[in-house]
T-cell receptor, first 112, second 118 residues
Framework: SQELEQSPQSLIVQEGKNLTINCTSS?????LYWYKQKYGEGLIFLMM?????EEKSHEKITAKLDEKKQQSSLHITASQPSHAGIYLC????????????FGQGTRLTINP | GAVVSQHPSWVICKSGTSVKIECRSL??????MFWYRQFPKQSLMLMAT?????????EQGVEKDKFLINHASLTLSTLTVTSAHPEDSSFYIC??????????????FGPGTRLTVL
C-alpha cells in the first residue's frame, strides 16, 4: 500500500473552475512537497510545507498542511490550460531524513 | 533557481549492454543526489541515495550490482545500468539536494532520462 495516498487519481475540469487535490498519510508529514510533472519530463517544484496549519500560495495555487500534519491539499483557483499536468506530493516521513516518498500522482486535464 | 541536468535525455540500447546516465547540478553544490525510476502512469520510486565521496545507499529490492552509482563530485552523479534488459526500460529521474545547513529537504529534479532496452 502507498504511504502517501493522493486523490483523485485523475481529474478533468472545465477551464476557469476551481479544483482541489489531496495528499494523505497515516504517518506524520515532517516535510510536504508539491511538484508538477508533464508527461515524460522532470518535476517542477511548486511548494513546500513544514508546519502544522501552514498555508502557502503562489499565483493561483494554494497548498495547505493540516494541523495534525497528516494531510495536505493543493487548490487551484480559476484553472487554466497551463495548469494541466501530473501533480505529485512528496513527503519526508521520518524526521531529519532526506528520503522523499511520493504519492501516485493526480493527472489533471483542463478542458477549454 | 537551482538547475539539474540529465544526459542523455533518452537512450535506446540492445539487451545486455550497459548504459550510463549523468546527473549534474549546474549552479549549486549538491551534497546528496537521489535516483528514481518511474514506470508509465506510476509514481516515482526511490532507487538509491548518493552522497559525494561515499557509497550509495540502495533501497530495498534495488540491485546495487546492476545499478551502479558514482557520486564523484558535488555536482555530478552517474547511474550505470549494467547488462540492461527490457524490464529495465523506464524513466529515470535524478534529484539533487542543495548543500545547506537548513533542515529543509528541498530537492531539485532533473528532466529525466527515458531508457528503452530492446
Amino acid at each position: 500500500s502507498q504511504e502517501l495516498e493522493q486523490s483523485p487519481q485523475s481529474l478533468i475540469v472545465q477551464e476557469g473552475k476551481n479544483l482541489t487535490i489531496n495528499c494523505t498519510s497515516s504517518k506524520t508529514l515532517y516535510g510536504l512537497y508539491w511538484y508538477k510533472q508533464k508527461y515524460g519530463e522532470g518535476l517542477i517544484f511548486l511548494m513546500m510545507l513544514q508546519k502544522g496549519g501552514e498555508e502557502k500560495s503562489h499565483e493561483k495555487i494554494t497548498a495547505k498542511l493540516d494541523e495534525k500534519k497528516q494531510q495536505s491539499s493543493l487548490h487551484i483557483t480559476a484553472s487554466q490550460p497551463s495548469h494541466a499536468g501530473i501533480y505529485l506530493c512528496g513527503a519526508t516521513l521520518i524526521q531529519g531524513a532526506q528520503k522523499l516518498v511520493f504519492g501516485q500522482g493526480t493527472r489533471l486535464t483542463i478542458n477549454p | 533557481g537551482a538547475v539539474v541536468s540529465q544526459h542523455p535525455s533518452w537512450v535506446i540500447c540492445k539487451s545486455g549492454t550497459s548504459v550510463k546516465i549523468e546527473c549534474r547540478s549546474l549552479d549549486f553544490q549538491a551534497t546528496t543526489m537521489f535516483w528514481y525510476r518511474q514506470f508509465p502512469k506510476q509514481s516515482l520510486m526511490l532507487m538509491a541515495t548518493s552522497n559525494e565521496g561515499s557509497k550509495a545507499t540502495y533501497e530495498q529490492g534495488v540491485e546495487k550490482d546492476k545499478f551502479l552509482i558514482n557520486h564523484a563530485s558535488l555536482t555530478l552523479s552517474t547511474l550505470t545500468v549494467t547488462s540492461a534488459h527490457p524490464e529495465d526500460s523506464s524513466f529515470y529521474i535524478c534529484s539533487a539536494r542543495i548543500r545547506t545547513t537548513s533542515s529543509y529537504n528541498e530537492q531539485f529534479f532533473g528532466p529525466g532520462t527515458r531508457l528503452t532496452v530492446l
